[in-house]
């Protein structure tokens, strides 16, 4: 082989490992977000939950509310009597 051609093949080599680099660098950056979308995921599930128990957290005050207001109701006219 001549000069040329060895040149050739090591600049070649060296453009390669660069390529293999910025190839391991996105891989790793794909790693990243499957591992963050699979925590949303997740999340995601929680904050359903969240919002069904909020739900009956909600509707529970308003029935306790409501039966306050009724006892008040209820001393008040005894009270009144």
Known sequence: M???AV?????????M?????????VLEVVGDIQQKVARLDGIERDVTELKQGMKVVRAATTDTSHQVHDLEWRVSRLEAT
Request: hydrophobic letters at 30%; a negative charge; charged letters at 25%.
């Open 2 to 4: 001549n000069d040329e």
């Open 7 to 15: 040149e050739a093949i090591n600049h070649f080599s060296v453009l």
């Open 17 to 25: 490992e660069q390529q293999n680099s910025k190839i391991n660098g």
